[in-house]
């Protein structure tokens, strides 16, 4: 499986979701596009929570030194993000890709996150609970099935919020993978024990 990680919005939980997914697949990981942080991106983030051996993380196709959107951080770096250049890597394993942001953050002046999906692409929706959340969730679902985008699951991130999720649920038909509580800290125990609650139902994305 390749499985794609957007969020609504940006520091919604995408890295933690990244984790999650990928040490319950022991999959493989990338980010294709890394904005600011360098010596502490996602990629190390991501590296720090795995307790398995199998996971290999790939390098971005695109590491900008600026924290902003991509767009804007590779021009301040004085280059332009050739979307051909972000070639995704080979495997024989299950592939996780983490975007960057929302779906339309974008990436030059004609391309946005949403164009580095392909149609083999799994998409999980990372949406997390605060004023407009519906709003936001809601357009990101539509937005993937207009471009005729199968939302495999959401994963909701922070304290439950029942009325916000059933409906978020019953309008979209999108089934939901889990719920990542308002954790007090995230380590290698607290990925590993996510990644079983989350395994059979990653496993069976397309069911």
Do not use: C
Not at 86 to 93: A, K, L, S, V
Request: cysteine-free.
């Amino acid at each position: 499986m390749k499985i794609f990680i957007t969020g609504i919005s940006t520091d919604v939980g995408k890295t933690i979701t990244s984790a999650i997914v990928t040490e319950a697949l022991e999959a493989d990981y990338w980010k294709p596009i890394q904005a600011g942080d360098l010596d502490q991106s996602d990629s190390h983030k991501i590296k720090s929570y795995l307790s398995n051996l199998k996971t290999k993380i790939h390098p971005n196709s695109y590491a900008l030194n600026t924290p902003a959107s991509p767009h804007l951080a590779a021009e301040i770096d004085g280059i332009v993000i050739d979307i051909q250049k972000i070639t995704e890597p080979e495997t024989q394993n299950h592939l996780v890709i983490e975007g960057a942001g929302g779906l339309f953050v974008p990436l030059n002046k004609t391309e946005t996150i949403a164009d580095l999906i392909k149609p083999d692409y799994k998409v999980i929706v990372v949406s997390r609970h605060y004023l407009g959340s519906i709003n936001h969730t809601l357009l990101t679902i539509e937005a993937l099935q207009h471009r005729n985008i199968k939302v495999a699951g959401i994963i909701f991130s922070g304290d439950e919020n029942p009325a916000t999720e059933s409906l978020i649920l019953n309008k979209t038909g999108v089934k939901m993978i889990g719920r990542i509580q308002e954790e007090p800290y995230f380590d290698k125990n607290v990925i590993a024990e996510y990644a079983d609650l989350f395994r059979e139902k990653l496993l069976n994305l397309d069911q």
